[in-house]
């Protein structure tokens, strides 16, 4: 297994080169599938924005071993960049984000509630939790969820990479963690392999995306996170069904004949 970055400094990746971006969903016609996706997307946006603020506040110095993101009022996600402290875990670094620039407060080591701490512990358990990764990259997402009527975390931990021109199409992983943060509930792989795309030299950008996939009857969050974040359409193909989402939105298409072969491989990106 490789060692996943994150479990030694909170360094989540950049996102992918700016294309135009999706306009906002109205969140009201949003499926459960598709605000997963979104949230996803939010999160990882957030714990992003907010790492190259805490960076230059020094981040780097302090004790703080990953981050949580947590929803504010307003639409808000504050990042906590936390660690372990003599009162269990503390953040070091809070930075506010989605309302403009980042807020940055560097307050003296502020123990984590127990709610937030187990957030902290759940993406911790999740990341070393022998995974089968990927990419020596993972950005993580942490959610709150129900599992078996109580409450729980869920735990996204998405494949990275730190070359610009790559694309992330598969690797990602799901687990649900005791809302203590101190037991793994269940771990689900969301692909059967690992996939980035590589374009070559000579072609041109990116127009859309396609991936396979046999894991679920249909489109799932990463699927939605995907499209969010490289801003293009993704064609999904399950079983000769073929989805497009764009952004936050899953849309059938069509039903294939069952003797037709629709993809030219397994998956594919799709250029200009």
Not at 70 to 82: D, M, N, P
Not at 136 to 143: C, E, F, G, P, T
Not at 148 to 159: D, N, P, S, T
Not at 229 to 254: C, M, S, T, W
Request: net charge negative; proline share 10%.
């Amino acid at each position: 297994m490789l060692l996943p970055a994150f479990l030694a400094c909170a360094t989540p990746e950049a996102p992918p080169p700016a294309r135009e971006p999706f306009p906002p969903p109205d969140l009201a016609t949003l499926s459960e599938v598709e605000r997963r996706g979104y949230d996803l997307y939010r999160h990882d946006q957030a714990a992003w924005l907010a790492t190259d603020e805490a960076l230059a506040q020094g981040l780097r110095d302090t004790p703080a071993e990953g981050w949580i993101t947590l929803e504010q009022y307003g639409g808000t996600i504050l990042v906590r960049f936390a660690g372990p402290c003599d009162a269990g875990v503390c953040s070091f670094l809070d930075v506010s984000t989605g309302t403009g620039t980042p807020i940055v407060t560097r307050p003296q080591p502020v123990a984590l509630p127990p709610e937030q701490a187990g957030a902290w512990r759940a993406r911790h358990l999740a990341a070393s939790s022998g995974f089968r990764a990927c990419s020596s990259h993972y950005n993580s997402v942490v959610l709150p969820t129900e599992y078996e009527g109580a409450a729980a975390w869920e735990v996204f931990l998405l494949a990275a990479t730190v070359v610009p021109e790559e694309v992330v199409l598969a690797g990602h992983h799901r687990f649900v963690v005791s809302f203590d943060g101190r037991s793994l509930l269940q771990h689900e792989p969301l692909s059967n392999s690992c996939l980035v795309s590589r374009p070559a030299e000579d072609e041109g950008p990116l127009a859309s995306l396609m991936v396979s996939h046999v894991l679920h009857p249909e489109p799932i969050a990463t699927h939605v996170f995907t499209s969010l974040n490289y801003q293009l359409p993704l064609y999904v193909l399950i079983d000769h069904r073929i989805y497009r989402i764009d952004g936050a939105k899953i849309r059938f298409l069509e039903e294939l004949p069952e003797e037709s072969d629709p993809a030219p491989s397994s998956t594919d990106a799709d250029r200009d």
